[in-house]
């Protein structure tokens, strides 16, 4: 069964630094995966979605990387601002025909003034 | 803008109350999802449907059931409220992955669900 590990559970930065989020998976066949941002009380909303034959997305500051082969994506954001503050969830979809996703518990991103 | 739209943002239900969850979305999406989120134990996956009137039953599905007449909508049911249900309920959905490009999830707003 396929398990997404987040590591750090937090992070605490001064605005402005660059940052690195981990995420880890134990099946690499997976057809696809995907980082969201959830604020506190709300759904979660969708960042970046890297196909497996990828090996990274970018969308403004953001910049998604995925290792298939070793089972691991980063999420990079550069010149974090207080505004980034938000928990970060990685959800690996294991199949083209798979329902599913499989998500980590996420790392919470406090990025300070 | 793919738009996940979830009936409720808050609701507070008596314990063994039937209940009721709406799930709308505008884009078309094959499947639809309902999720659970609890503090330390992440997403859950409650139910799944692929199709109208078709449903898998996902991580923890007792307690709940689920029900998809059209395309764009999909209920959870509680059938009889319990504190243990108390929640965050998430709502998403996707499209078909065979044969298309792109699998991306979109998210409703969530339903705050207080079982008192």
């Known amino acids: 069964k396929q398990e997404v590990t987040q590591i750090p559970a937090a992070l605490s930065v001064p605005e402005g630094e660059n940052l690195v989020l981990n995420c880890s998976f134990t099946d690499s066949a997976i057809y696809n995966l995907q980082w969201f941002r959830q604020d506190p009380g709300k759904g979660l909303t969708s960042l970046l979605l890297i196909q497996s034959s990828q090996r990274e997305q970018t969308s403004g500051r953001l910049n998604a990387s995925l290792d298939k082969s070793s089972g691991r994506s980063t999420l990079y954001i550069a010149a974090s601002q207080p505004g980034d503050s938000a928990t970060y969830l990685c959800?690996?979809?294991?199949?083209?025909?798979?329902?599913?996703?499989?998500f980590g518990k996420g790392t919470k991103l406090s990025v300070i003034p | 803008d793919v738009k996940v739209t979830q009936s409720s943002r808050y609701l507070v239900k008596r314990t063994g109350e039937k209940v009721f969850l709406e799930c709308v979305q505008d884009?078309?999406?094959?499947?639809m999802f309902w999720y659970r989120q609890d503090p330390g134990l992440g997403l859950r996956l409650i139910y799944f449907?692929?199709?109208?009137?078709?449903?898998e039953k996902g991580d923890i599905p007792e307690g709940y059931s689920v029900s998809r007449e059209k395309k764009e909508r999909f209920s959870l049911i509680l059938e009889s409220a319990s504190t243990n249900q108390t929640s965050m309920y998430l709502c998403a959905s996707s499209p078909d992955g065979w044969g298309k490009r792109s699998t991306e999830a979109f998210f409703g707003q969530g339903t705050r669900l207080t079982v008192v």
């Open positions: 959800a690996v979809n294991s199949g083209a025909g798979s329902y599913q996703l499989t």
């Open positions: 449907s692929y199709d109208v009137k078709m449903k």
């Open positions: 884009m078309d999406h094959e499947n």
